[in-house]
């Protein structure tokens, strides 16, 4: 396949009082809603819709949604909401990273709705399931410690009611449907593309590896998803095939300006809570000394039960080595930034680093977080502007060292 | 100590492996733990041991016992426990200690089995969703904070120290964790409490002595109240400096206070 690049914003709620993080010490799921501004959110909502039509314009293969409650990280309640607005603004790929399947009760709506998404955007879906933040879980009620079954079991509801014509009955352990008979089925036949996406879950991983399907790391540092992929591929070995660059897609933080100079400083919008899926809950003030500005905070927090309720991770999600791997790269941002966690520079430096990003994971989907927190819309827009107009297409014939045995692109010091 | 004549055995009852602390001598009495589990032997259980065979089972998916994934609500539980008795040879009916959700368990066992009980005591039992106040929501904070919230004072409660109060190996922080799941399997949703047992224990026949602490800080004493008017042979008692959990931060009043109830 050919490489395909896309944007990706949280389109968080970026405009709470900064007094409030302060005083609350986190900005997830206890956090009041009466901070809530309606008229402030209607206008990052435009804002925000925008930047995706422009990355469109500017060469973007796609674009990319997600799905959070309860927080201010993403004002992105309705991934699929989100997926039908930003189809008809954009000509390319929309890519759901995803649908928390364990907080729906009948996971056939779910299929319902993307089915209509596929056919409304002529075909345009890429379907990633996930298995939600520990914030999802307490603020849907969903039980975290059925989270995995609920996960398989909806995932397999989904796939078969695309795949196996209605009507068919379906009592399973956590689901019960009597009659599954949507009359929308997805137009890419068998079904869109389906994702996992994670947070260096290693079960995830083995088992996206076992479906054969893309698994999407979000946002972790380079060394950690070279882990993904090796663990991906031993998975793979086990059953007897090989993944391609089809099977892994990246998410990264990406923050082009016209000098390194310039990009080094807006990359500070990219640290912090809502920049690090999966601590978004739990947020302490500490990072605002940082100067980070940007939506929701980073740190330890108060509450860190909050991302891992009961049953919710295994203990080597919690203590194993990727766990360490992530938190020794999210100790300040200059560790970030060294870690590959946030990659910054001018178009020519973020061009060698992307190729050397690809040399050593060769991600089939990457995916340039390219907006975030309280950066300001004009810069954004210069971002996504140089990204889709001169390193998309610089980056588009780079094959992977991992394919062509060459030597990996150094990382410009 | 009598504390330490106790270690836990394993025993194979009810479909499961089993973790069982059993002693003393005389009738039975069973003990239905909390959603916290049995941290040891404790002094309450000593003191009873005087008088009574205390048996206390690990739930399943507490402790070292197993946990089947078939368990999935307090009624599960309840037939479990029934289960359970028949397979110790446990001669019933058989007088009864349940604790906060273990209180709950009993209460569902006396509505379906009336032979099953011969007197009760609930502790600061979960089960009923109380008129005011709430009950204290463990998953929205950390495993740590919910054990402390347990106790009125903590600090002074020679029971909590011995088995909470100190720094944790990572096993004692596994375990904890290990409940909380299990406690989720079971309580989630609605959260701690059955919307149909109210409705039920005006059926319950059993002599009921229902304790409360005062000071419960995660079971509201309504609850306990509501029991009360609920079972028609059922008498709360309050007990003054004290928590959610008597039967650890008041040992020797708590034990007196069944002693007295069981023989009276």
Known sequence: ?413 | MAAMKNPPQLIEAAGITVELRRGGSGTPLLVIHSELGVPGWLESFAQLAEHYDVIVPSLPGYGRSARPDWVMDAHDLAAWVTWFARDVDLRTPVNVIGCSLGGWVAAEIATVAPQFFNKMVLVGAMGIKPERGEIFDYFLESGLTGLRRAFHRPEQSSEFMRHWGKERTPDEDDLVEQHREMTCRIAWKPYMHSLTLRHLLPGVRTPTLLVWGREDAITPIDSGEIYQRAIPRSRLVVMENCGHMPEMEKPAEFARLVENFLTG
């Open chain 1, 1 to 413: 396949m050919t490489r395909k690049f896309f944007f990706f914003s949280e389109m968080g709620y970026n405009a709470y009082p900064i007094e409030a993080l302060e005083q609350y010490g986190y900005s997830a799921l206890l956090f009041p809603n009466s901070i809530f501004d309606r008229e402030k959110a209607r206008d990052l909502w435009q804002m925000f819709l925008r930047e995706h039509e422009y990355a469109s314009e500017t060469g973007f293969d796609g674009s990319v949604c997600n799905e959070h409650h309860n927080n201010v990280l993403s004002m992105q309640e309705s991934v699929n909401i989100s997926a039908a607005v930003i189809s008809q603004r954009i000509k390319g790929t929309i890519a759901l990273i995803g649908n928390p399947l364990p907080i729906h009760d009948n996971p056939v709506r779910v299929a319902e709705e993307i089915a209509m998404l596929d056919l409304i955007s002529g075909g345009r879906i890429i379907s990633g399931f996930v298995r939600g933040t520990g914030i999802e879980q307490l603020s849907t009620n969903a039980n975290p410690a059925y989270n995995r079954e609920r996960f398989e079991e909806a995932f397999a509801l989904i796939k078969k009611t695309w795949t196996v014509p209605g009507p068919f009955r379906w009592e399973g352990k956590h689901y019960h449907l009597r009659v599954v008979n949507p009359w929308q089925l997805p137009l890419q036949k068998p079904h869109p593309p389906i994702w996992a996406a994670g947070i260096l879950s290693p079960e995830t991983i083995r088992w996206a590896a076992r479906q054969r399907i893309t698994y999407l790391v979000l946002g972790s540092a380079l060394d950690a998803t070279a882990t993904c992929r090796e663990i991906y591929h031993e998975v793979a070995q086990e059953d007897g095939w090989v993944p391609t660059s089809e099977h892994l897609g990246y998410l990264i933080h990406t923050a082009v300006m016209d000098t390194d100079e310039e990009a080094y400083d807006v990359g500070r919008h990219h640290y912090g809570g809502a920049s690090v899926i999966g601590r978004s809950g739990g947020v302490a003030a500490s990072a605002l000394t940082a100067g980070t500005g940007s939506a929701g905070a980073t740190g330890g927090g108060p509450h860190p039960e909050w991302m891992a309720p009961p049953g919710y991770m295994s203990k080597q999600a919690k203590t194993g080595n990727m766990a360490r791997e992530r938190r020794m790269s999210e100790g300040s941002y200059e560790a970030a930034i060294r870690a590959g966690l946030i990659v910054t520079g001018g178009p020519k430096t973020i061009i060698q680093k992307f190729k050397h990003i690809i040399d050593r994971t060769d991600p089939g989907y990457l995916t340039f977080w390219a907006r975030e927190g309280k950066k300001p819309h004009e810069a954004t827009m210069r971002g996504i502007e140089l990204l889709g107009k001169e390193v998309i297409p610089a980056l588009r014939e780079h094959q992977s060292a991992l394919v062509t045995g060459e030597e990996v692109t150094p990382w410009p010091q």
